[in-house]
């Protein structure tokens, strides 16, 4: 299997992108190995926020809220995840499993954040990032999330089975045109251009093609039992948990309150569902989402 590593050339003058590179090197499994990229803003010493991207995006996708958190005292740490933006690419679809990728991004934590960490999480970056707060409640200072779920079976609803079915048939399965799609904002040509950027030829786009077949939606998907499990930790998670969901998102968009309901640390926050406010709510809503970081951290004692 060919693990693809990105092409610096593609990433030249990408926009409101001026942070530093940071890697680390994953244990891929099966004796493969491959580098994760990931943003690290802000002084050592300040309280650290995860900042966790889904599908089919990229650290790109914080450029407009990293800004906003330094300024209020944070230190703001955005992986790319493997298989998108800088990390490299194994090029095998069949590779990408819902575990490995909690394993990835664990291996990425326990090296760069041990300490307790705040929590931004959305699409991909909930299923992986809740599942490690229900594994793990005692390492989040507070959660804030958008437009995510930790599913466990049942029934998937038209809308996500076309978007399934798509992410593994389309033969024009272009990156920027579907992350343009998702905002309620119109990106820019360079903004769609930056989020082409990592995904050059088929090949480097066999991450995004699998994740949409990785959700655990239906009974019999891998990854059900392991988030019931999850779902014991996530639910008496007592630290405060927030949710503000784009409104504008056919899929998950009335997700929040389901998720909000089911934890402690939910109880009487101000959760919202967010006007104008597409699936992608970083590049629809930076403020807003930057804000309910700072004012959760504040309420959380963080730092102590």
Same mark, same amino acid.
């Given at each position: ?16 992108? $001026? ?13 493969? @190995? ?22 089919? @995006? ?20 955005? $992986? ?33 954040? $041990? ?41 998937? @609803? ?147």
């Amino acid at each position: 299997m060919q693990i693809i590593a990105h092409d610096p050339a593609r990433f030249a003058g990408i926009p409101d992108y $001026p942070f530093a590179e940071n890697w680390l090197t994953i244990d891929l499994g099966e004796g493969y @190995s491959g580098r994760m990229h990931y943003l690290d803003e802000g002084p050592r010493g300040a309280p650290a926020l995860l900042l966790f991207h889904g599908e089919p @995006s990229w650290s790109y996708l914080y450029r407009k809220m990293i800004p906003l958190l330094v300024a209020a005292g944070f230190r703001c740490l955005a $992986p790319d995840l493997i298989g998108f933006g800088k990390s490299d690419k194994p090029g095998d679809q069949s590779f990408y499993t819902y575990a490995r990728h909690v394993a990835w991004l664990k291996q990425w934590r326990n090296a760069v954040v $041990p300490d307790v960490a705040g929590l931004f999480c959305q699409d991909w970056g909930g299923l992986l990032g809740l599942r490690m707060v229900g594994q793990e409640p005692e390492r989040f200072a507070f959660v804030v999330a958008s437009n995510t779920f930790l599913p466990t079976g049942g029934r998937a @609803s038209p809308g996500f089975l076309a978007w399934r079915e798509f992410a593994r048939t389309s033969p024009d399965f272009r990156i920027g045109g579907i992350m343009d799609r998702g905002c309620q904002c119109a990106l820019s040509a360079a903004e769609i251009a930056a989020y082409d950027a990592p995904f050059p030829d088929e090949p480097s786009k066999a991450g995004a093609r699998a994740f949409p077949q990785l959700v655990p939606v239906e009974d019999d998907r891998p990854g059900v039992a392991d988030n019931i499990a999850a779902w014991q930790g996530l639910e008496g998670y007592d630290r405060p948990f927030l949710t503000l969901f784009g409104e504008d998102d056919p899929v998950l968009g009335m997700a929040g309150p389901l998720l909000a309901e089911r934890i402690m640390g939910a109880q009487g926050q101000p959760h919202a569902m967010l006007s104008t406010c597409g699936h992608f709510s970083q590049e629809d809503r930076p403020a807003e989402l930057a804000q309910a970081m700072i004012d959760m951290a504040h309420k959380a004692g963080f730092p102590a």
